[in-house]
């Protein structure tokens, strides 16, 4: 989800298509171990529905989700506004308190927020 939220917000390259991911957009992998990254792309329309066929929608339960407009991951962080170099980001501590600070430097938004 990460990489394709990234990519969506144009920080990877164009050419980078993560065609691979097609074969867990499908209904039956609304029921296995990568449900979420399943939903979520064919939510946010992150990648072309394969056959053009809207998997979620044909799953009663899943459609109820996506036509009430339910995302699992929230893709307005780190939007284009922010700084276009993380480096220079400062640190902000006050929603990680007694986080360890290697982890905190991985967490480094576009936008300076951590999550």
Do not use: C
């Not at 939007?79 to 360890?100: C, E, Y």
């Amino acid at each position: 989800l990460l990489s394709l939220d990234a990519k969506n917000k144009n920080l990877i390259p164009s050419q980078v298509t993560f065609s691979q991911w097609s074969v867990v957009m499908n209904q039956a992998e609304l029921e296995g171990n990568q449900w979420l990254l399943a939903y979520e792309v064919n939510v946010k329309g992150w990648l072309p529905l394969p056959g053009g066929i809207d998997y979620v929608l044909a799953d009663p339960r899943f459609a109820l989700l996506k036509q009430n407009g339910v995302s699992f991951y929230d893709d307005s962080v780190g939007s284009a506004h922010g700084p276009t170099n993380p480096v220079s980001i400062p640190v902000r501590r006050t929603r990680l308190q007694g986080v360890n600070e290697n982890l905190l430097s991985l967490l480094t938004l576009r936008s300076g927020e951590y999550y």
